[in-house]
T-cell receptor, first 112, second 113 residues
């Protein structure tokens, strides 16, 4: 199973763009990259998923280089409400759905 | 939000007693999961189910059992609770399609004294 490495914490200010990078050196050919967001006292919430290049939705963008050994979650113009823990996951799409490994995540603190 | 409820939301129990946590969904999703979350460990998968009566172990399954007799319900049982099982437990569901998008419940805070 591919393991991921993320920074433990990041600080930012309102209005800035935040980029959180995740390293997954042993990602397999069939693995997808998925990001979740978790607020205190709540369950995680799916943000975005991708396989290669760039994916964008109304919340974030996900950049994946050609070698797929890392990925970057980009949050445009963050606000105080984006303060949360962000998890990067790597796993085989359509494969064993039980083998998700969340890791410890990146705690993002957005300051006014 | 996906229709997932967990009960109870909070529970305090004594070491050695059995405990059952319930996860209920109204989405008719095939997959259901139980995670625990502890400071410094992130979320760790305990057990999951890929259909009625079909379950499998996750990363930290020792001391836990699960059952799924109906699509909508997934039960997590601690046969004999220990203090190391004090944690926040999350249930999640997914339809198992071309996505790792899981929907999480509100969590159950369990304290074993």
């Amino acid at each position: 199973l591919a393991k991921t490495t993320q920074p433990i914490s990041m600080d930012s200010y309102e209005g800035q763009e935040v980029n959180i990078t995740c390293s997954h050196n042993n990602i397999a050919t069939n693995d997808y990259i998925t990001w979740y967001q978790q607020f205190p006292s709540q369950g995680p919430r799916f943000i975005i998923q991708g396989y290669k290049t760039k994916v964008t939705n109304e919340v974030a963008s996900l950049f994946i280089p050609a070698d797929r050994k890392s990925s970057t979650l980009s949050l445009p113009r963050v606000s105080l409400s984006d303060t949360a823990v962000y998890y990067c996951l790597v796993g085989e799409d359509g494969g064993s759905q039980g083998n998700l490994i969340f890791g410890k995540g990146t705690k993002l603190s957005v300051k006014p | 939000d996906a229709g997932i409820t967990q009960s109870p939301r909070h529970k305090v129990t004594e070491t050695g007693t059995p405990v059952t946590l319930r996860c209920h969904q109204t989405e008719n999703h095939r997959y259901m999961y139980w995670y625990r979350q502890d400071p410094g460990h992130g979320l760790r998968l305990i057990h999951y189910s890929y259909g009625v009566k079909d379950t499998d172990k996750g990363e930290v399954s020792d001391g836990y059992s699960v059952s799924r007799s109906k699509t909508e319900d997934f039960l997590l049982t601690l046969e004999s609770a220990t203090s190391s099982q004090t944690s926040v437990y999350f249930c999640a569901i997914s339809d198992g399609g071309a996505s790792y998008e899981q929907y999480f419940g509100p969590g159950t805070r369990l304290t074993v004294t």
